[in-house]
């Protein structure tokens, strides 16, 4: 089946639920669903026989508060899926809210999400429902924050010892306290 | 398990929980494992990783583009040009490039396959070293120290070469070089030799490797494997044949593949992969064309570094592109590459600015963790260290 293919038959079965999708000039198939039909979704991509979606490549999570604080949601999950006996290839997108970003997890269907989901639970703080071992997993246990939001501080200076009274430790929150430009 | 008032020592429970790692020889870095033991037998196996993390994905969205190419290398260290190219690739696609130079092309496949075998090198050595033999590991080792002497002649640095950039590679190959690689080409195949008769044959190797740490085709599937592990379960999947990039479609080499998916089919499949990364290094060489070696889009890719003395353009372009960097268009984008453990991709959103948004690295190491400690249930202790080899992480990638 060509992407064009699965595109309409998606459309045709979900309807209003795909929000967005489309063939990018790269041939690459792009779907953007509602996170309340988004489980439905996956279970019928990686059951149906024409498609056979049964690699799961990656899951990631992008934070879009600096780059376009009106968006409607702030966060995006990104899964990738390939078939391993065809030559198919979808990339499924799905928004969720700045309030209890909550998406159900698809480790029944792909045992390979199972460090991704909680990944993005660690870096994002997503809930990632029904995961079966949900935790922490690069972050120590009891770690405050989640590091990979665009409004978790990039690093703290902790000034460990000095001869002046007034040293405090330093917080640097973003780019511009960071001063990587050398022209600027 | 309790101390009774008879004095002897009684088990609480029927399984005893046994910690390996993180500071462990065998475990390739610091990878803890936590192991529930039913006497020999691994009942169940936890994970625990993070120890190594470094925040790259974090530090890189605040970074040039360039300034993310040598955090790339630190990656997965042992073959730092696949994750270059990865890397590079991807911005490359956002940028909209088509078509590369052949020359570039040409030498990144070099670079790429001799990291491959370098990588392949490390862990055939330390994988027989876990398994208790010690002269491949030595053996292995020579060749490596050969691949790195490369390295450093074309890039001036042993490991973390940094040499492919975006627009093509960062310096054009000299004669010297050339003529190390061949020396290396010819010299290779011989060694390999002597590895397998070493190994393959060996009964030990044989009797501590085969049917242990079994994957069917699809149950690597399920688990994400990839690379060498999903190829030694019998699924012919290589990114290099699958979607080619770096004109990959312009070599002759097999994917080699094999059925059984335990521990002795994955090491023949590396085997064999060498040898098929050195013809590919053959074939570049015998047909490496002339040319440029990088884009001539001199808003992508820094001028010429002699042009800068004669000419004002070259001049104010290596100027913006060292200070301001190469803007990016808006977009998201992912190219899947075959690194050697697997398949390694970037997934990069742009703002339409100089720094990346969101870098995420597709990690085979990271990925194959949960599937490999699905291997060592009901597998016996001494197996768990051939296992972690067989499956050849490293820890860089998987904790970034």
């Known amino acids: 089946m060509t992407n064009e293919e699965i595109r309409e038959q998606i459309e045709a079965i979900f309807e209003s639920a795909i929000q967005h999708s489309k063939v990018t000039a790269h041939g690459e198939l792009e779907v953007r669903v509602a996170v309340d039909q988004f489980l439905m979704l996956m279970a019928y991509l990686k059951q149906n ?51 209890e970003p909550t998406i159900p997890s698809v480790y029944h269907l792909w045992h390979g999400a199972d460090f991704p989901e909680r990944e993005l639970y660690d870096m994002f703080g997503f809930i990632v429902m029904d995961h079966p071992n949900m935790k922490r997993l690069i972050m120590p246990e009891g770690w405050e924050g989640h590091p990979l939001l665009r409004d978790y501080p990039l690093t703290v200076e902790e000034i460990a010892f000095s001869h002046n009274p007034d040293h405090k430790s330093e917080l640097i929150k973003t780019q511009e306290d960071v001063k990587v430009d050398p022209w600027a | 398990m309790g101390v009774t008032e008879q004095g002897l020592l009684e088990r609480d429970k029927d399984t005893m929980t046994l910690n390996m790692g993180p500071q462990h020889p065998s475990t390739h870095g610091v990878f803890r494992v936590v192991l529930e033991m039913d006497g020999e037998i691994v009942k169940s196996a936890e994970p625990d990783i993070g120890f190594l993390h470094t925040g790259i994905e974090k530090t890189a969205e605040n970074k040039r583009y360039i300034h993310c190419i040598p955090m790339t290398d630190r990656l997965d260290y042992l073959s730092p040009p696949q994750n270059n190219l990865a890397f590079c690739l991807t911005v490359e696609k956002l940028l909209g490039v088509k078509e590369l130079p052949a020359r570039a092309d040409y030498l990144r496949v070099i670079m790429c396959e001799l990291g491959r075998i370098g990588s392949h090198l490390v862990w055939l050595g330390t994988h027989a070293l876990d398994i208790g033999a010690m002269t491949v590991f030595l053996y292995a080792w020579r060749e490596r120290e050969m691949i790195l ?17 975006v627009g093509g590679v960062a310096k054009d190959a000299t004669p010297e070089w050339l003529d190390g690689v061949r020396k290396f080409v010819d010299y290779f195949p011989a060694k390999v030799d002597e590895y397998e008769s070493l190994l393959t044959n060996n009964p030990i190797w044989l009797d501590r490797t085969r049917g242990i740490g079994t994957m069917t085709k699809e149950e690597a599937v399920l688990w994400s494997m990839s690379g060498p592990v999903l190829r030694a379960s019998g699924l012919n999947w290589d990114w290099r044949k699958r979607k080619p990039y770096s004109r990959y479609d312009e070599f002759n080499f097999e994917i080699p593949t094999q059925d059984h998916g335990d521990i002795y089919d994955r090491y023949l499949v590396r085997v064999e992969e060498m040898r098929q990364s050195r013809e590919i290094i053959k074939q570049a060489l015998d047909n490496l064309p002339d040319g440029p070696y990088k884009l001539e889009d001199n808003k992508i890719s820094l001028p010429p570094r002699d042009t800068l003395h004669t000419s004002m353009e070259s001049l104010i372009h290596h100027f913006k592109l060292v200070s301001d960097g190469v803007k990016v268009p808006k977009g998201s984008a992912y190219v899947p590459t075959e690194g050697a453990r697997g398949e390694v991709g970037f997934y990069i959103v742009s703002d339409g600015s100089n720094t990346p948004y969101r870098v995420k690295l597709r990690a085979p190491s990271f990925m194959g963790i949960p599937g490999m400690c699905k291997m060592m249930e009901g597998a016996f202790i001494a197996d768990v260290v051939a296992i972690i080899g067989s499956i050849d992480i490293v820890m860089g990638e998987v904790d970034r």
């Open chain 1, 49 to 99: 026989r024409d498609y056979d979606f049964d690699y799961l490549s990656h899951i990631t999570g992008v934070d879009y508060l600096d780059m376009d604080p009106d968006r409607e949601f702030r966060f995006e999950v990104v899964y990738e899926l390939f078939s391993s006996k065809k030559d198919h290839h979808i990339r499924v997108f799905v928004d969720l809210p700045e309030v």
């Open chain 2, 149 to 165: 002497d490369l390295n450093e002649m074309i890039s001036g640095v042993r490991m973390m070469t940094s040499y492919i950039r």
